[in-house]
């Protein structure tokens, strides 16, 4: 069974970058498809965007100009980064297997505050 | 962008109840509708796919309906162990988009 867990800093500054990690196990990341989404305090969540092994990506256009998802095979890991944050971007974040998610982490709460 | 209308937002439910959970496309999305679980402190799990197949290992009184834009999760005689938080996903345009969500209590 495919377990993910997110890792990151859960603080992060106004108009700085967010980052986040997810390290896969129970199963290779270079055999399929990977996606984060998110759910900001007290509202519903939002599919951000997913990644494939290979590398070629597919980006929720309301995040598109500011989003960048990449893959390490090697480490079993796939990344977030999402630059010039705002208050707006204070959600939980999570990381799915698969295009429509299918196993999903736990989520990390990231809050955006001086 | 096809937004998905989920409700109700909340629900309290006796054990052995049958509990009906809606979920509304502002467009047709065919059978593209999954829906999810999710319990305090725990990763959210897949329960119906592809609007009706119930996913393997999940309880048969589960079950999904619906087809186009209206769709529903029905729980039959509801358990305890089923209180969580219930979420549909549309996966028929991108970007893909979810209700917001109904949390389920047990009494």
């Known amino acids: 069974q495919v377990q993910l867990q997110e890792s990151g800093p859960g603080l992060v500054k106004p108009s700085e970058t967010l980052s986040l990690t997810c390290t896969v196990s129970?199963?290779?990341?270079?055999?399929?498809?990977w996606s984060w989404i998110r759910q900001p305090p007290g509202k519903g969540l939002e599919y951000i965007g997913y990644?494939?092994?290979?590398?070629?990506?597919n980006y929720n256009p309301s995040l598109e100009r500011r989003l960048t998802i990449s893959i390490d095979t090697s480490k079993n890991q796939f990344s977030l980064k999402l630059r010039s944050v705002t208050a707006a971007d204070t959600a939980v974040y999570y990381c799915?297997?698969?295009?429509?998610?299918?196993?999903w982490g736990q989520g990390t709460l990231v809050s955006v505050s001086s | 962008e096809t937004t998905l209308t989920q409700s109700p937002a909340f629900m309290s439910a006796t054990p052995g109840d049958k509990v009906n959970i809606s979920c509304k496309a502002s467009?047709?999305?065919?059978?593209?509708m999954n829906w999810y679980q999710q319990k305090p402190g725990e990763a959210a799990i897949s329960i119906i796919q592809?609007?009706?197949t119930l996913v393997p290992g999940i309880p048969p009184r589960f079950s999904g309906s619906g087809y186009g834009t209206d769709f529903t999760l029905t729980i039959n005689n509801i358990e305890s162990e089923d209180a969580a938080y219930y979420f549909c996903?549309?996966?028929?345009?991108?970007?893909?988009?979810f209700g917001q969500g109904t949390k389920v209590e047990i009494k």
């Open positions: 799915a297997s698969g295009v429509v998610p299918d196993h």
């Open positions: 129970g199963g290779s990341i270079s055999s399929y498809y």
């Open positions: 990644i494939s092994y290979s590398g070629s990506t």
């Open positions: 467009q047709d999305i065919d059978d593209d």
């Open positions: 592809g609007a009706t």
């Open positions: 996903l549309q996966h028929d345009t991108f970007p893909y988009s």
